[in-house]
């Protein structure tokens, strides 16, 4: 990037007088001459932002297809094509595309973040150019234009204010989390002023509430404030979850295993029993093909999808299938605050009259709430009625609206109440319909206003005069609300023992020192106000002096209302819940300090007994002057982050991420999209949040309430245990029908048999396995799952529990199955073709083949043979449905009667597998293709009293393995391991992308998959000086 760019960047605009910012810009209040605008459009380039680059199609199956274990089933389908044996190519290339499809469908979500943001962008814009207003499109803004701006428009791109009329106000809670409108200005602010501090800034995509006004542009398409957090979207490199990273991992060590399983088969079958090349191929392929987990990929991506869908239905929408998990694993919960843990609906909380402190009930717009004296007891109507009359003035001296929508598309909210105006005017309204306004529209009508000066920045108040009723030459009020300071003084009297009909002298310390407590609270005070108004005053030019300039103070105070945008009541308990799971939750928030601690305080994040002097809160000017290294010392202590620019949020996600922690972030507004992205899981909201927060998350909530989140935590831990469940199976299930296949060859069973085929092999494992594996997602969760610390970073999914298993649990039912189908061929009479068999077979031994010395006897399939592969093929499947009882319960004994009463899909997991079992043995035609035939009483007595054996053995283990067995195990990997440790989970998606791994033999070697990155191509629009600006460009590349 060149120098001149850099500086472009580095501009502090917000800091600069507005005759220096004509100057820099080269341009003056009359805007740009037509030609200049079009040179500097072909110079800086549109006023847009760069799409992000997108993978193709291919390069998505690619990604999908680039899984060792894939690898291995195409090359055992390219084995088996070769050898023609064209039933197992159709079968394996089945569960190749499946796996593939099912990857596809889950995970094909394009990056749309910045797209979203796109969308957020105003079409148009006025500018002045050469001292005339025109309208043109956004897209051909540049800098140096002078745009100006009203009510109801979007911003077209960064602006610094030259000249505000009207109480110009702009609302940026997208950009910084600030609930109300800022009020602009056009003085020099300080340089580090953080992005809400910037009050002389109008950004792009931010929408003007109220009054007018121009500015210069600074900033256009990427280097526009809301452009940069488009770049750092795209830039930031989303996490690998911790089940991503243990998957590709435990496909590297299966890999490995079933080359060296395979590698000895093909040795032993060639070598030592003369088997041909092709038909010690074919061994090897069916070992191969035993032992790899074909169904264990669809098995846990529909796990997960069972459990995205139950999060669906309790208001969790996951965007990422193997985000589920990542739940369970999360140690920070990093929350925004407006619109989070807060409705982002202002809301009145205290009314403080000349007698006491009232307290009002309820959160947000909807008016659904009472009024409380100072023991919490709800005032009885008749109070409720005097309150209502003295506080009036809230609801006349007021210009916002507020209206009930039924025609909303939210499920979880019955009634929308639909604001209109500044937040705290809708708050006022919400108050009065609190006490009884039925509708707001119908009591203004009652006492019609008839003058008024309106709020301004520079006198902080506003005052109506309105008509005690509808007839000619009724009395007049002028009410009058506004910051306590500049009110308090203009005050004569007071009301009395809460009865607008008994006033006193005024005493300005009493409001003083209240209005200051309170606001210490971080609550905004408004001062109520009102006094009788002689007709001969009114006007059509009143303004400010109206009060500012009287001879003596004349108002009478009635109260201070104050308003805070309050935690929600669901927030608070599941700040609980999660702290009790040994869950640390943060906010981070663009709001002020103090309002950020007491809401902090509220939500219990911390503790409500500490004085706010006890209380560390950084904020982002803080945290820009930290480098890395301070970051990460303070990140751990401190809950509370107030003033936080975008780029604060991600360093804070990626400083506790270096620190060990897996980081939920959650948010709603566009500045949150970046922090979203890059934590481990990102949680946008679904009714408040923009698309670009929901874009750029993993998960949304549909209805907006952190507590969901705490709901999804557990869920995320009962999918976990449930995964080491479902691999606690699959794994000892798949080397016993490898090393069953593979025993054969090596103790010879009547001229090396083999007891089950390569398609019963894929049947068990596609249909039987993920069967099970299913019932055994479905296992709720336990009861102690709540209680629990989170699960440490990189725990292995393939632990020593499961390395056991596969040993003890696989070797018993290898035992089963080679000694079913050892003694069902001992007791079955052989036929004439059996003997033609072993006639020809000792032929060939004594006349081996001149040319490669082989033996090429095929080996018929006789009915005896058939009858004890499916005597085999029947006991490893009732077999694996015994162990599955046992994995149901992972330390606990399955001897209990949970084991009938919960989970009804294990038992018609198992009867539906049963009938598959009687279907494939009776059925002719069908069974021939399983290389089965029908089996006896006796057989299926034996199966059975093996089956119970198994389960039986497991149960007995459960209890002795872990104090004798389970100790040696793990001392025994304790130096090693077998997956991963925090330095392969901290791996990121992009490294991942950029060399995807995969096993070979004993070494690893990388594949390249994707180049180039978000920074590459070209950039639009500018932010910086024009004048000795030669050769910047928009376009950055």
């Known amino acids: 990037m060149p120098d001149t760019e850099m500086a472009v960047e580095e501009t502090k605009w917000h800091s600069i007088a507005v005759a220096e ?57 390219i084995v088996a094509g070769v050898l023609q044996d064209w039933a197992e190519v159709a079968l394996i290339s ?14 094909g979500r394009a990056e749309q973040a910045a797209a979203a943001i796109q969308g957020m962008l105003s079409s148009k814009a ?227 009259t000349s007698t006491q402190q009232y307290k009002m009930t309820g959160v947000g717009y909807s008016p659904v709430g009472v009024v409380q004296d100072e023991n919490s007891k709800d005032l009885p109507d008749e109070k409720v009625a005097r309150m209502l009359k003295m506080f009036e003035g809230a609801v006349l001296c007021n210009d916002a609206g507020i209206f009930k929508n039924l025609n909303h598309k939210n499920p979880n909210v019955p009634i929308a109440w639909e604001p209109i105006g500044y937040p705290t005017e809708v708050a006022l309204l919400t108050m009065g319909m609190k006490m009884g306004i039925k509708e707001v529209k119908e009591y203004k009508d009652l006492q019609p206003r008839v003058g008024g000066v309106p709020f301004a920045s520079e006198h902080k108040f506003m005052c109506c005069v309105h008509a005690a009723s509808t007839a000619p030459g009724a009395p007049l009020t002028i009410h009058v609300k506004g910051a306590p300071d500049r009110l308090i003084p203009q005050c004569k009297n007071q009301v009395m023992d809460d009865d607008l009909s008994k006033v006193g002298p005024i005493d300005e310390n009493y409001w003083q020192d209240k209005a200051s407590q309170m606001s210490g609270l971080g609550l905004r ?44 009541p669901e927030a608070i308990e599941g700040v609980a819940v999660a702290q009790m799971a040994g869950i640390v939750v943060k906010m981070i928030t663009g709001d002020h300090p103090a309002t950020a601690t007491a809401i902090a305080k ?42 936080a620019s975008p780029e604060n949020k991600i360093r804070i996600v990626k400083s506790l991420q270096r620190r060990g922690q897996t980081v939920s972030m959650t948010g709603d507004g566009v500045n949150d999209a970046p922090a979203l992205k890059a934590a481990n899981i990102g949680v946008a909201m679904g009714i408040t949040g923009t698309d670009v927060s929901k874009e750029a998350a993993k998960m949304v909530l549909a209805d907006d309430n952190f507590a969901t989140i705490v709901k999804a935590v557990r869920e995320g831990r009962r999918v976990w245990d449930n995964l080491v469940k479902i691999l606690l199976y699959n794994m000892p299930v798949n080397f016993a029908q490898g090393l ?143 162990y599955a009882l046992n994995c149901r319960f992972l330390k606990e004994s399955a001897f209990n009667f949970k084991m009938f009463t919960e989970n009804k899909w294990c038992w018609v997991s198992i009867a539906v597998t049963t009938v598959l079992q009687i279907f494939l043995t009776y059925t002719p035609g069908v069974r021939e293709v399983f290389s089965n035939a029908p089996i006896g009483g006796a057989s299926w007595a034996l199966i059975l009293a093996c089956s119970l054996a198994v389960f039986v053995l497991v149960e007995i283990e459960k209890v002795i393995g872990i104090h004798y067995v389970m100790p040696h195990i793990k001392s025994a990997c304790a130096p090693r391991g077998c997956c991963t440790g925090d330095g392969e989970h901290e791996r990121t998606q992009s490294e991942l992308n950029q060399v995807q791994f995969f096993a070979s033999g004993a070494s690893t070697f990388g594949l390249p998959t994707r180049a180039g990155s978000a920074n590459a191509g070209e950039r639009h629009g500018a932010q910086g000086p024009v004048a000795g600006a030669a050769g910047t460009s928009g376009y950055n590349v």
């Open 94 to 107: 089945a569960v190749v595309i499946i796996n593939v499809t099912i990857g596809l469908v889950q995970e």
């Open 740 to 882: 069953s296949v593979f025993f054969a060859y090596i103790v010879d069973i009547d001229g090396h048999q083999v007891p089950l085929t390569a398609i019963q092999v894929l049947y068990v494992n596609m249909i039987t396995s993920v069967t099970m594996g299913l019932m055994l997602a479905m296992e709720p969760a336990e009861d102690d799952i709540m209680q629990r610390p989170p699960r440490r970073k990189g725990k292995r999914l393939f632990g020593k529990m499961v390395f056991w298993h596969c040993i003890f649990v696989s070797g018993i039912m290898v035992v089963c199955v080679l000694g079913n189908f050892a003694y069902t061929l001992n007791n079955i009479e052989k036929s004439a073709e059996d003997y033609l068999y072993e006639a020809e077979k000792a032929a060939d031994k004594i006349t081996k083949d001149q040319a490669s010395g082989r033996r090429a006897v095929k080996v018929p399939k006789t009915a005896r043979l058939m009858e004890a592969r499916a005597v085999a093929f029947n006991m490893l499947v009732f077999a694996e449905m015994a």
């Open 126 to 352: 006025t500018v002045i150019r050469s001292g005339e207003r025109k309208l043109i499109d956004a897209k051909n803004v540049v800098p140096g234009d002078v745009c100006f701006i009203q009510a109801g428009d979007r911003c077209p791109a960064d602006l610094r204010m030259i000249e505000v009329t009207g109480n110009c106000g702009i609302l940026e809670a997208m950009l910084t989390g600030e609930s109300n409108p800022i009020t602009k200005i056009t003085d020099v602010c300080f340089p580090q002023s953080a992005l809400g501090d910037r009050k002389n800034m109008a950004f792009s995509a931010t929408m003007v509430m109220t009054g007018q006004g121009k500015g210069v542009v600074c900033g256009t398409g990427d280097l526009a404030e809301i452009g940069k957090i488009s770049a750092m979207v795209s830039n930031v490199d989303s996490q690998k979850t911790n089940l991503m990273v243990q998957l590709e991992m435990f496909g590297r060590w299966i890999a490995l295993f079933v080359l060296i399983i395979a590698a000895i088969s093909f040795c032993v079958a060639y070598l030592i029993h003369d088997f041909t090349v092709g038909d010690a191929f074919k061994s090897t392929v069916a070992i191969a093909v035993a032992i790899i987990p074909e169904g264990l990929p669809a098995v846990v991506t529909i796990s997960l999808a069972l459990a995205m869908q139950m999060l669906a239905n309790n208001n969790a929408i996951i965007r990422q299938l193997p985000a589920v998990e990542t739940l369970g694993s999360v140690t920070v919960i990093c929350s925004d605050k407006t619109g989070t843990l807060t409705k982002n609906e202002m809301t009145v909380q205290l009314m403080q």
């Open 602 to 643: 509220m939500l219990g994040i911390v503790d409500p007994k500490l004085q706010e002097s006890s209380i560390r809160t950084y904020t982002g000017p803080e945290l820009d002057a930290m480098d890395d290294e301070g970051m990460d010392s303070i990140v751990l202590e401190c809950n509370v982050f107030a003033r």
């Open 525 to 568: 005070c408004l001062a109520i106000c009102r006094a009788d108004f002689d007709p001969k005053d009114l006007s059509d030019n009143m303004d400010a002096d109206l009060l500012l300039k009287a001879p003596t103070p004349f108002l009478t105070m009635i109260g201070v209302v104050a308003i805070l945008d309050p935690p929600r």
């Open 21 to 77: 910012i004509l100057t820099l810009q080269s341009t003056s209040p009359d805007g740009l001459s037509d030609s200049e605008a079009e040179g500097r459009l072909k110079k800086f380039g549109t006023n847009e932002l760069t799409p992000p680059p997108k993978p193709s199609f291919l390069m998505k199956v690619f990604i999908q297809i680039n899984n060792i274990l894939i690898y291995i089933l195409i090359a055992a389908a």
